[in-house]
C-alpha cells in the first residue's frame, strides 16, 4: 500500500486540493474492498464537483452469460465483467470526444447491466469511474488502469464496512443468512485481491470518519 494515506474528515474538506482544475478532461478512478465507499464518494464529487460517474459495474456480465459460464455463483469476481468493453469504454471518454459518449449503468433492482443509460458530454471536465478491480495486474485490467488519469484506493474500518455491506445484500432481496453467506464466500475474497493491488494508487483515502 502506498505511504500517503489521508483520513478525510467528516466534512470532507481535504478532497479540494486533490482534484484538478476545471477545463480539461480528468478521469478518476476510485477502488477498494466491496463496502469501503466507492459509490458514495463517487455520488458526492457529482454533486458537489459536477462530475459524471461512470461505474465499472454496469460491465457486469448479465446473468444468462454468467449461467452460460458457470459463474453466477461467483457474481462480482473479476471473470465476471467485460474487463476489455470498460476499457475500451473508458478510452473513448478519456479522448473526450465532440460527442456525447454513451455508457451503461448497473441497475440493482434488476441486477444486471443496462447498456446506453449514463451521457458523458463533451463538457465534462471531472469523470469519475469507481470499481474494484482497477489495480489488478491481470489482464485486462492494467488496460483499464492505463486509461485513467488517477486512481485513489478508499478503505473503511471493517466494523463499519461490513455491517454496511451485509445491509446491502438484505435490500437487494438476500436474506440475512444468504447475505452472510456471500460476503464470506465472495466479497471477502475479492477484497483480499483488492487490497494486495492497492500499492498501484496514487492515494489511500480512509474514510471511516467521512462515512460514520
Known amino acids: ?33 466491496p463496502g469501503a465507499g466507492k459509490s458514495t464518494l463517487a455520488a458526492f464529487l457529482a454533486e458537489t464537483c459536477e462530475a459524471v460517474v461512470v461505474p465499472m459495474d454496469g460491465f457486469h456480465l448479465a446473468d444468462v452469460e454468467l449461467v452460460r459460464r458457470g459463474l453466477l455463483d461467483r457474481k462480482g469476481a473479476p471473470e465476471t465483467f467485460d474487463g476489455w468493453g470498460y476499457a475500451a469504454l473508458l478510452a473513448r471518454v478519456h479522448r473526450r470526444s465532440d460527442h456525447v459518449v454513451m ?15 449514463i451521457a458523458v458530454p463533451p463538457s465534462a471536465g471531472l469523470v469519475v469511474t469507481e470499481g474494484n478491480y482497477l489495480l489488478l495486474e491481470a489482464a485486462p485490467w492494467p488496460l483499464v488502469r492505463s486509461r485513467l488519469d488517477a486512481v485513489w484506493h478508499v478503505v473503511t474500518d471493517d466494523a463499519l464496512r461490513l455491517p454496511r455491506l451485509l445491509a446491502r445484500h438484505v435490500a437487494s432481496g438476500k436474506s440475512p443468512e444468504a447475505a452472510a453467506d456471500w460476503v464470506a464466500r465472495v466479497d471477502q475474497p475479492n477484497g483480499v485481491l483488492i487490497e494486495a493491488a492497492s500499492r498501484g494508487a496514487d492515494l489511500v483515502l480512509d474514510l471511516t470518519d467521512w462515512m460514520r
Open 1 to 33: 500500500m502506498p505511504a500517503d494515506v489521508l483520513r478525510l474528515s467528516p466534512d470532507g474538506r481535504e478532497l479540494a486540493p486533490l482534484l484538478p482544475a476545471p477545463g480539461a478532461r480528468f478521469v478518476l478512478g476510485i477502488t477498494g474492498s
Open 103 to 117: 455508457a451503461p449503468m448497473f441497475e440493482r433492482d434488476l441486477e444486471q447491466p443496462i447498456a446506453g443509460a
